[in-house]
Every structure is written in C-alpha cells, then in structure tokens.
C-alpha cells in the first residue's frame, strides 16, 4: 500500500472573503483612456472591484481572515501561522501579517509573515502551511491573498487590476469543510510581469503573459497533480484557475480537458476584476459557497515569475453548516457602489498629491 | 477681594505681522498702563495653540521679559479652549490666598499662523486623542454631531438654530474689537458653505489671532472696573459617547451649582459665552438653566436673550461666533468684556445698567468648564 | 490625527483593531476606549470586553473641514454609533452624505483610520458602515 500522502491530514476549516463595495465599469475606462469597447469585451470583462480610500491589502486581508475565522470557529490562540500573500503591501518594509494576526488575536504565538510571488504568493503560503499542519508543528494555519492591484493608467492591465481579499484557515483534515488530496508545484523563471522596486506599476509582456507563462504553468500544475493522483478531468467536479480576465480560466480549462460546466461556478472576474492573490481563491470561496459533500474540486492559481500549484480537495459534510457563518461569495459581489473614473483614480491614488 | 483694575484687548484678526509675544505683549502693557511693573507679583499667560502647533515653550517667561517685566513671576495654564478662564482663576486663587496682590492674566493665540487645513487637524487635540481625536474630527465634527442630534430629539428646525449666529453678528457690529462686523440674516446661515454639516460657515468661529489682558487685585483701591466674585469649573466627561445624555454638559452643569454655592447670585445681566459653534451656544444656556432643556434656540429666535429682552443678554460682543476665538485668549475676552459692561465702559453694544455678569468656557464638547461671576462695584 | 508617536500607535492597538472596550467590575458598565478607571462610578477595577460590531447610528456629522490627510475622502462622515452596551464616536465609511440617516445600522470594519503622511505609520482600527450595500 503505498504511503498516504501528506496532504490527506490536512483540511480546509474556514473560508472568507472580502470585496470592497466600489466599482467601476469597463466602459468608463474604455472611454477615458480611448479604448474600443471590443478591447474590454475580448477579455470577457463588465466592472471591477475598487478599494475605497481607506482600505488596503492589509485591511481587505483582515476582513477576509475575519469571515474565514467565523466559519473555522477555532481558537484564535490555535493559529500557529498567519501568512500574507500580496504584491500591494501598504508598507515596503513591515510586515502586514503581524497586522492582521493582532487584530485576529492569534498573536503572539504564532508564525507570521508576507510572502510575494505575484499573485501566487497566497497559494505557496497555501502550501507550505499544508506541510506545517501535517508535521504537527502547527495546529492551524491562515493564508490570505490580498491586493490592491495597481496598473498604469491606460495601460490594458487597467481593465482588470482590482481589489479584493481571499482567506482560508487550514488544518487537521478532522472537522474540516474540504480535505486536501494532493498538491502539485510547477515554477521556472518566466518573466512575464513584473515591477521594479520603488516604482509604482508592474510592466508587463501582453501575449508573453499567455502561452509561456499562464497557460504553460498552470497546465504543468494541473496535469503534474493528476497524474500523481491518477485523476482525470471528469472525476472533478469543479475546476478554478487563477483568473487574470473572464476569457483565461476557460480557455486553460479547455486545454486541459474541463467542460464549461465544471469551470464556470469557479469564474467571478468578470464582476469584480483580477484580484491577483485572491483571484483563483475567491474563485474556490464561491464554489465552497455553493458544492456539496463529495464534490472534488481542482483548484489552481498562478502567480507571474512563473509558477503554479495544483491542488485536488474533496468537500466533507461540514461544508453545509459552516457556509452560512459568514457572507458569501455572491453576496460580496452584489453590494455594490458605482463610481467614475476620477473617483476611481483618486482612491487608487492615481492621482498625485504632495503632502508633507 | 479680588478686583479687576485694568483690561486691554487687541482686535480679534489675522495679524500676520505681529507673532504671539507681541500680541500678548501689546495687550499686556495697555492693561498695565498706570501700574507700577515691579508691583506685579505674577503673569499667568494662557495660551493653547502655542503648544498644540509647537510654537513656543515656557510662553510665560518669554513674554514677560519681552514685555519689559524680566523678574517677575510668571507661569502659563493650559486647558484647551477653556485656557482663558483657568488662567483667570489660578490668578483669583493666587489673589485669594494672599501669596499675590497683582496680577496680570494674558491669553493669547494665533490661528492665522499656518493653512486651514493644518488648524482643523490641531482642533482635532481639543479632543480625546487615543479616542475620538483620532479620528478626523476637523473644525466642528462633534459639535456637527450634537446639533444634529439636539435637532431630531428636541424637533427644532435648522432656521430656528441661525437666529443665534445672527444675534451674534448683530451684537458685534458695534464692537471694534470683534474680528466679524456684519449683519447677517438666519437664511444666509443656512446658504453658507457647510464646514461639519449641519453646521455652516456662519455657526462657526472665525479663525483668528488675538490677546486680551486684565488685572487682577486684592484690594479695590483706585480705577476698579468690576469685582470678580468667584471663578469656578469642573471637570466632565471626555467623550459625547459616554455620558446616558450627550446634550448635556455634566461639567459646565456642575461648574454652576459650584459657583452658586460659592457665590449668591441672584440675577444675571449679561453673559458671555463659549459658542464656538451655535449649538455650543444653545447647550451652554440650557445648563445654566437659563432655557429649558430643547427651548433655547426658540428663546434665542424670539429675543429672549438679546438686548431689551426679557433674558440676559447673550454675547454682546458678538461672541467667539462673531468676536471671534483666538483660542487661548478667549476666556480673557470674555472676562474683560462683562468687567467693561458692570464698568459701563465696554466700547460696543453696552447693555444698561448691568451688575451681574458671567463669563463661561468650554472645552471641545465638556472635557473641561469654567465659569465666572463678576459683579459692578457702583 | 498627524505627527504621532510609534509607541502611542502601538499602545492603543488593541482596542483600536478588536474594538476593545474597558469594562467596570464594580458597576458593568462598559466605555471605549478603555480607561484607567470606570468613568461612570470611579472604580479603577477594570476588565476588557469587546464590543458589539453591530449598531445604530445615533447622530453624525458631515465634515468638510478636514485636515490634508483626509482629504482623499472628504466630506468624512462622523458618527456617534450606538452599539447597545457602549457608545463610540467613528468615521462612518463607504458611504455618501446622501446614504446616511439617523437610525440607520452600521457595522464595524476594519480601516485605515489616519496617517502620519506619506512616510510615517498608518494607523489601523474601526470604522462603520452602513450594513445595507447601496
Ligand atoms: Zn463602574
């Protein structure tokens, strides 16, 4: 009998998410910036979610792990590890996770910190807490992803850089809403994205973004983790994919064998944008709002640079009475206040103002 | 006995060419102008924006000697808004106590030293800081706060509330020191721009320098302007969230009952009191139990309290609404303006005959209250 | 608030970030922020307690005279919410002028609440919100 894998031990508890309430539609920046509406329209896009002015990574993340601890319903003093995944850390230096543990009152035993992979950072923090809960060094885990994407006015990226938070509590499969299965890595150095240090928006190489990068990781991921499974596409009941535009997560779907229907319940970017560390975990948060015990479910972000991880969850009977203990996906996505571009610009501080 | 023998006030403006000492300076000198300086046993300076804007420290001792009083005793109260009359009664207590036989009060602050927007964030230290002055209170927030709230518990509509800036501005159209001397109408109140909605423009002060100074004595010998009878205050809560009932300040409330208790006032002439903003104004009457409780803006709208009414008159120097609120100095004001109403001698809208006079502070929205009685001596 | 101190930010984490009230053994009552002594009977016999993320908002202020720093989100709406067992005085927070009313509910969120420019601490801690979305 060959050894169980150590993932098995491990399971999800929690789940939240936060999305702010403001948001712009696609055509107000298609008009500002002198796009034509079929640019917005192939990206499969229709409004994104905005950060107010005084909300950050770090309070989005907060709010996140916060409706994540409602479902886990632990104590906070059995967090052993709170990781921040994020590439829009409101400090340079200092970390946000110690921020948010305090407020979540897990400090100050406990392991804390920010990690940057793009948008996959949340997901290595996923991961190697999977490692930690399994070892036994650590009771429980959080790993939020959180961002408040920035894109250079006018650039494409503006369409979809957005705001938003995911949060999971992971730990001992016992108990848990979704045990883990497996979980499968896949990086090279692609440099497809990136922002230099002190500079304000990321550069980015357009269709280099694509095929080498989002499709060849995420495609690597997968297949390397259902080949390791021996699972095929169809033993899935739902798949999510980091999810940088509407049009990606299907077509990486397809590529890998997925039909539409398995993907779509995943596909919340076209309402609220990329959430870039929260993208594909947003994305999971809405099928957890939603699946049944038993449901397998394929789960894959991406982060630029490049890399991808798979991993493989099966839903357990505690889905149902945790899922209504703290507002859900759909629920997010519905409070809604729309706002202009200049409204929009000035809370993502696109305007520049001098201060003392 | 204490006995205010000498007043002086500098117009309430924006006096960019003079800095705080000589503001204080040329207040004090005026006030002194027949005394003796090496009879003066102490200055006690009030002055609050000095130290919120880091201006100056030992201000007391700086503007003695720039003053021309370099040896004498001198120290400096803080107490927010309230300064000017905490000043006036650690000189009464010093005057009391016999340790001093004069001395001189000044308050002085200047608002016009730096950008609005740097002043609202200072105003925000009147408050709490670990609470609510955290926050972004800016000019009025709280006060913004209680008049909503005295708006939807008493029903009094927001026209009923401008009749107090306008009597204000009224009363301080013959005051050649006040900062505002203009007419205005209850309807151009409500026009005005909002600063903490549902406060406007024309309920706040306006935002300038000023100093004011006064002598305080033992004995009444010579030029005596008025008595000052007893100076009281007491201390509240420092927060509207706490007290069961915000429209109520527990500290000015319990100020008065201190003061009644220390002196026997019988009637009142002319008050002047702490409307930094009108409901400042509306609440600061009612504890004094002058209006019944939701009933002030009412009286304030049918006369009761202006000149010839059947009250006493309210601010006839057009109040911190109108005179203005140089921070600091104006308890000091108000103190030199009720000692020249029982002297006969204030130079605006002079209010017959008054014997009795009060003078009231308050600090943000009652962290601190203070309050004089100050009788004629004719 | 501009110009403060690390340690002062640092001292009032707690119940800045976890609305953390003080609460009196001797009366039970509750007050925010936590006090050296209870501020309704004197006793300086002090628990803590968080409090009610849920509540009413009783009166508020639309402030336009607003220091720099906050300027980003002028006209701020300032409010006195009542949350049962303890009042407290917040910025009110993805909201208009427009969609705000005495009496309405509000929730608690996490936000930031001042700056210290553009270099110095942020400072974190509660705001409400109005509990219906637009
Ligand atoms: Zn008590």
């Known amino acids: ?356 | 006995m204490a006995y205010i023998t000498g007043v002086s006030m500098v117009n309430v403006d924006r006096h960019y060419d003079k800095g705080v000492k000589r503001l204080a300076a040329e207040a004090s000198s005026k006030a002194l102008e027949d005394a003796e300086p090496d009879t003066l046993d102490y200055i006690i300076v009030s002055s609050s924006f000095t130290y919120a804007s880091d201006v100056q420290l030992d201000i007391a001792s700086y503007i003695a000697s720039y003053t021309g009083f370099r040896g004498v005793r001198a120290l400096a109260v803080e107490s927010g808004e309230a300064s000017g009359l905490a000043a006036v009664s650690v000189a009464k207590s010093l005057i009391d106590s016999g340790l001093a036989s004069r001395v001189l009060v000044v308050g002085v602050d200047k608002l016009s030293e730096w950008p609005t927007w740097k002043v609202y964030g200072h105003f925000s230290k009147f408050y709490d800081v670990e609470g609510e002055g955290m926050y972004s209170i800016g000019m009025g927030g709280i006060a913004g706060i209680l008049m909503r709230l005295y708006m939807e518990t008493f029903k009094v509509d927001r026209l009923t509330l401008a009749y107090w800036p306008a009597l204000m501005h009224s009363n301080a159209k013959l005051n050649p020191y006040a900062m505002l001397r203009f007419a205005i109408t209850p309807e151009k109140v409500l026009e005005a721009p909002p600063v903490a909605d549902p406060i406007t423009l024309l309920d706040s002060f306006p935002l300038g320098d000023g100093a004011a100074a006064l002598v305080i004595e033992g004995s009444g010998r010579g030029n005596v302007l008025a008595e000052l009878v007893a100076v009281e205050s007491a201390t509240g809560y420092p927060s509207i969230a706490l007290p069961e009932d915000p429209l109520r300040f527990e500290s000015l409330e319990r100020a008065y009952q201190r003061l009644t208790q220390r002196a026997d006032i019988k009637e009142v002439d002319v008050i002047e009191l702490h409307d930094s903003f009108t409901i400042m104004g509306i609440l600061e009457l009612e504890s004094l139990r002058l209006a019944e409780r939701g009933k002030a803006a009412e009286a304030v709208s049918r006369g009761y309290f202006s000149l010839g009414g059947e009250g006493p008159v309210v601010n006839p120097s057009g109040g911190l609404k109108a005179r203005g609120h140089p921070i600091g100095a104006t308890g000091v004001y108000q103190v030199v303006e009720v000692a020249l109403q029982l002297g006969g001698e204030f130079p605006g809208l002079k209010v017959p005959d008054s014997r009795h006079g009060l003078a009231v502070s308050v600090n943000g929205s009652g962290s601190s209250a203070y309050i004089a009685y100050l009788r004629s001596v004719g | 608030m501009a110009g403060f101190s690390a340690p002062a930010v640092w001292r009032g984490r707690t119940h800045r970030y976890r609305l953390v009230a003080g609460k009196c053994t001797s009366c039970g009552k509750l007050h925010y922020p936590p006090s050296y002594s209870c501020p309704y009977c004197g006793s300086r016999s002090m628990v803590e307690a968080e409090l009610p993320r849920v509540g009413r908002l009783m009166s508020y202020s639309v402030v336009y005279s607003v220091p720099f720093d906050s300027k980003s989100r002028a006209p701020v709406i300032l409010g006195l919410v009542d949350l049962g067992v303890a009042r407290v005085i917040s910025e009110i927070t993805d909201a208009s002028p427009e969609d705000v009313s005495v009496g309405m509910q509000v929730e608690a969120v996490f936000r930031r609440i001042a700056e210290d420019g553009g270099t110095g601490l942020i400072v974190y801690g509660i705001k409400f919100r109005p509990v219906k979305g637009a």
């Open chain 1, 1 to 356: 009998m060959p050894q169980q894998r150590p993932e098995t031990a491990t399971g999800i508890h929690g789940w939240g998410v936060y999305i702010p309430r403001f948001r712009i539609k696609m055509e107000d920046i298609a008009r500002e910036w002198g796009w034509s509406d079929s640019q917005w329209k192939a990206l499969a896009m229709i409004e994104k979610a905005i950060a107010g002015p005084d909300e950050d990574s770090t309070t989005m993340g907060l709010e996140a792990a916060a409706n994540a601890m409602k479902r886990a319903g632990v104590d906070p003093g059995d967090v052993g590890a709170v990781f921040f995944g994020t590439e829009s850390k409101p400090y340079a230096v200092k970390p946000s996770a110690t921020i948010i543990a305090e407020a979540l009152g897990v400090t100050p035993v406990t392991m804390a910190s920010d990690l940057e992979f793009a948008c996959r950072a949340a997901s290595e923090g996923l991961r190697a807490s999977l490692g930690l809960v399994a070892s036994g060094m650590v009771k429980y885990a959080i790993i939020i992803g959180s961002d408040t994407a920035q894109a250079n006015p006018g650039d494409v990226l503006e369409f979809t850089a957005s705001s938003g938070a995911a949060a999971y509590v992971v730990g001992p499969s016992p108990g848990s809403a979704a045990v883990f299965e497996g979980s499968y890595s896949y990086v090279t150095d692609t440099p497809d994205f990136w922002r230099r240090e002190g500079t304000p928006y990321p550069r980015h190489g357009e269709g280099f973004t694509g095929e080498p990068a989002y499709f060849a990781h995420i495609i690597g991921a997968a297949r390397g983790l259902m080949n390791t499974l021996g699972l095929k596409p169809s033993d899935f009941k739902y798949a999510v994919f980091h999810q940088p535009n509407g049009r990606f997560p299907l077509k990486v779907g397809e590529m890998l064998g997925f039909k539409p229907e398995q993907l779509k319940a995943g596909i919340v970017t076209p309402l609220i944008g990329n959430t870039y560390n929260a993208s594909a975990l947003i994305g999971l948060a809405r099928i957890l709002d939603n699946a049944a015990p038993g449901d397998r479910i394929l789960v894959a972000p991406f982060g630029s640079g490049a890399g991808s991880d798979a991993y493989s969850i099966i839903v357990t009977d505690a889905v149902e009475e945790k899922r209504n203990k703290a507002p859900k996906v759909d629920e997010l996505v519905s409070k809604k206040i729309m706002i202009n571009y200049s409204t929009y610009a000035k809370f993502r501080h696109m305007i520049r103002v001098v201060r003392e």
